[in-house]
């Protein structure tokens, strides 16, 4: 990702310490295959080392998500996240994030959230970076300080992580690492 940002979106993404983001139209395309007693869904590759590559570089990771589903805790576990809320309707998902800020003495300045449908309007108009997919819907988009080059599932988060590290300088120092 090489794009430049504006000053204003660099001090938000400096400011980010938990990066937040929904599962199903953000991690994936917003596909479902449904098959006997078994769930598939269909992760991007460049988005799960992206959330590796944040927590490499000291940020906290969670995934929030109103659809429970082993696929999602299944890669969540691979992935070593953070956070996994799959919370149902029982909660909203603001409500569920800021139980988790109070838990983990966080703020919503410093929360990046992911979203792409009306669901996650709640999230995205308190964080201090609020991000929508490329593809996400009208609403979501307005609501954020940044929509995605990129599609849920199509590398959005990607974009979004390099973004941060970019802002925060630790991008390069991952670059430098893979080089060798």
């Given at each position: 990702m090489t794009t430049k940002?504006?000053?204003s979106l660099k001090?938000?993404?400096c400011s980010i310490r938990l990066f937040l983001c929904d599962v199903d139209g953000v991690l994936?395309?917003?596909?479902?295959?449904?098959?006997?007693?078994r769930e598939?869904?269909?992760f991007n590759i460049r988005d799960g080392l992206g959330l590796?590559?944040?927590?490499?570089?000291?940020?906290?990771?969670?995934?929030?998500?109103?659809?429970?589903?082993?696929?999602?805790?299944?890669?969540?576990?691979?992935?070593?996240i953070d956070f996994l809320v799959?919370?149902?309707d029982n909660i909203s998902k603001t409500a569920a994030i800021e139980h988790l800020l109070a838990q983990e003495k966080l703020t919503w300045a410093e929360t990046c959230f992911v979203g792409d449908d009306v669901i996650d309007l709640g999230p995205l108009t308190?964080?201090?970076?609020a991000v929508a997919v490329g593809d996400g819907v009208a609403e979501a988009k307005a609501a954020a300080h940044y929509v995605t080059k990129n599609p849920g599932g199509?590398?959005?988060?990607?974009?979004?992580?390099?973004?941060?590290?970019?802002?925060?300088?630790?991008?390069?120092?991952?670059?430098?690492?893979?080089?060798e």
């Open positions: 940002i504006s000053a001090k938000r993404a994936t395309d917003g596909s479902i295959f449904i098959g006997g007693e598939f869904k269909r590796v590559l944040a927590r490499r570089a000291g940020l906290r990771v969670g995934w929030v998500s109103a659809r429970p589903s082993l696929a999602t805790k299944f890669r969540a576990d691979e992935l070593k799959q919370q149902g308190r964080a201090g970076l199509r590398g959005a988060v990607r974009e979004t992580v390099e973004l941060i590290l970019r802002a925060q300088g630790n991008w390069l120092q991952f670059v430098e690492k893979y080089s």
